[in-house]
């Protein structure tokens, strides 16, 4: 777990990403083909795209709109390297990156309405909701699209769309491993918002590990994936009559929260409380103690090779 001379990190399976770097403009390429054309092969995905008309002219770009709010997108070190990696691939194919950041249900609509009004040859579509409505709004726009998306069962099918997967299951399980060798029977999950396929996988992953071995899975906190709420929630945990040992979190920056909350208590860790992250925040590996946390290659995500 956290300790200052060993912070392993865990690469989670991570398949769809052994693909070509030029996928993503293969994907927009999709309103050039011929209807009869075979849609553009991706690793784990829907061969489906649905296109606007061959004679369509190419904007040069594609379009990734993030809803979330600035300030919460400011302090998540995912979505800069995901851009950064999104931006590497599409230079090199002469492309563009159009980031649209939505604080509301109205303005995510209006960012898809003007990519669809010819600014972009496609979109990235992240954060997949539970229910989504923006697989709707897609059709609706005839908008190419690419998905990516933590493993739920029936996605493909309700989106249609071509889809790359991260398989978040099989690192949660493996982080429950490690706190269960190290002894710890008391486990807390710091989960992210459950509207977010991601987040839900996590938290059923962490849910179903902690049962298989017949521990009690029921200390779950819902974060938002902020430092703030990492903070808040590991003083919940603390602040319980029998608190856990160990907490596994969301994402890092949750638990970098909870690292410094718990220090600041004079709580020593790892010695008298174990903490994980997931996705390998750049600050984590210059933590002290350091935090074991799970490689998700964000950037690589961001440019699909």
């Not at 693909?19 to 092969?41: C, H, K, M, Y």
């Amino acid at each position: 777990m956290t300790s200052p001379s060993r912070r392993p990190r865990m690469s989670a399976t991570r398949k769809a990403l052994d693909g070509d770097a030029a996928r993503l403009e293969d994907a927009a390429a999709e309103s050039t083909r011929p209807q009869n054309a075979t849609a553009a092969e991706m690793p784990q995905t829907t061969p489906r795209c649905d296109a606007r008309s061959p004679q369509s002219p190419r904007a040069g770009a594609i379009g990734l709109v993030v809803a979330r709010d600035p300030e919460i997108l400011a302090g998540d070190a995912f979505f800069a390297a995901f851009i950064a990696g999104c931006e590497r691939v599409l230079a090199a194919h002469g492309m563009g990156l159009l980031l649209h950041v939505a604080s509301s249900e109205e303005t995510e609509r209006a960012a898809y309405e003007q990519l669809a009004a010819g600014r972009a040859d496609g979109v990235i579509l992240l954060d997949v909701r539970v229910g989504d409505p923006r697989f709707a709004l897609i059709a609706e726009l005839d908008l190419p699209a690419v998905v990516l998306s933590a493993r739920a069962p029936g996605l493909e099918e309700t989106s249609g769309l071509p889809t790359i997967y991260s398989d978040d299951s099989p690192a949660v399980e493996e982080l429950v491993e490690l706190f269960a060798e190290a002894g710890h029977t008391r486990i807390a999950h710091v989960a992210g918002p459950p509207r977010f396929i991601h987040a839900r996988v996590r938290r059923e992953a962490f849910s179903a590990a902690m049962r298989a071995r017949g521990l009690d899975d029921s200390l779950v906190i819902e974060g938002d994936f902020t430092a703030e709420s990492g903070r808040d929630a590991t003083a919940q945990l603390l602040d319980l009559p029998h608190p856990p040992t160990g907490i596994l979190y969301a994402n890092d920056l949750m638990a970098i929260a909870g690292l410094s909350l718990a220090s600041s208590h004079g709580i020593r860790v790892p010695q008298e409380l174990s903490l994980t992250g997931y996705d390998d925040n750049a600050l984590s590996a210059h933590l002290s103690p350091g935090l074991t946390t799970v490689a998700t290659a964000d950037q690589q995500r961001g440019s699909w090779h």
